[in-house]
T-cell receptor, first 110, second 114 residues
Framework: RKEVEQDPGPFNVPEGATVAFNCTYS??????FFWYRQDCRKEPKLLMS???SGNEDGRFTAQLNRASQYISLLIRDSKLSDSATYLC???????????FGSGTRLSIRP | DAGVIQSPRHEVTEMGQEVTLRCKPI?????LFWYRQTMMRGLELLIY????????DSGMPEDRFSAKMPNASFSTLKIQPSEPRDSAVYFC????????????FGEGSWLTVV
């Protein structure tokens, strides 16, 4: 079993829809969590950190469930520009171990 | 502020040739990472440096790959001899505890070995 798992998708949703996807992790010692976004032929870029209490940034909401060992990303009122691959990242003990998920592809259609 | 700078951006080389990829991390960052990304295998960590010292090189595929970080502002990833299966995008990234362990990526070096 992979340490960090994501549904590869693709998720194909209409513009304006709400879409959510999860990322599960296997090591309960995980400390920090992030969502990154990667556009086609570009580098991954930080979308948002994930805090224990959950956090929101505009149309994006990230949540952490330590008991069930998953993080989630919710996108409301999706835009065409949200089409990308979303990577979850889990770190252990400062920066000594950082694991990227394989990514979830999201495609927003007009 | 300058981000992570990688060179070359694109390289096409013949099998058997030596390839050297270069990276300049963000100033003040004390951790540096080399990743490889392919469609089949996704994003793989090759090696991680902390304060210029290699901490984890378990992801380096084989002896043909080597990485160095002679100082805090420069790192190289070398492949010798290169093979077609090394074709991938190679990302360098850096982070610091001051940035909350957020990793910042360079734009990548797109390598094609023919």
């Amino acid at each position: 079993r992979k340490e960090v798992e994501q549904d590869p998708g693709p998720f194909n949703v209409p513009e304006g829809a709400t879409v959510a996807f999860n990322c599960t992790y296997s090591n309960s010692a995980s400390q920090s969590f992030f969502w990154y976004r990667q556009d086609c032929r570009k580098e991954p870029k930080l979308l948002m950190s994930v805090y224990s209490s959950g956090n929101e940034d505009g149309r994006f909401t990230a949540q952490l469930n330590r008991a069930s060992q998953y993080i989630s990303l919710l996108i409301r009122d999706s835009k065409l520009s949200d089409s990308a691959t979303y990577l979850c990242v889990v770190t252990y003990s400062s920066a000594s171990k950082i694991i990227f998920g394989s990514g979830t592809r999201l495609s927003i259609r007009p | 502020d300058a981000g992570v700078i990688q060179s070359p951006r694109h390289e096409v080389t013949e099998m058997g040739q030596e390839v050297t990829l270069r990276c300049k991390p963000i100033s003040g960052h004390n951790s540096l990472f080399w990743y490889r990304q392919t469609m089949m295998r996704g994003l793989e960590l090759l090696i991680y440096f902390n304060n210029n010292v290699p901490i984890d090189d378990s992801g380096m595929p084989e002896d043909r790959f080597s990485a160095k970080m002679p100082n805090a502002s420069f790192s190289t990833l070398k492949i010798q001899p290169s093979e077609p299966r090394d074709s991938a995008v190679y990302f360098c990234a850096s982070s610091s505890t001051g940035s909350g362990n957020t990793i910042y990526f360079g734009e990548g070096s797109w390598l094609t070995v023919v």
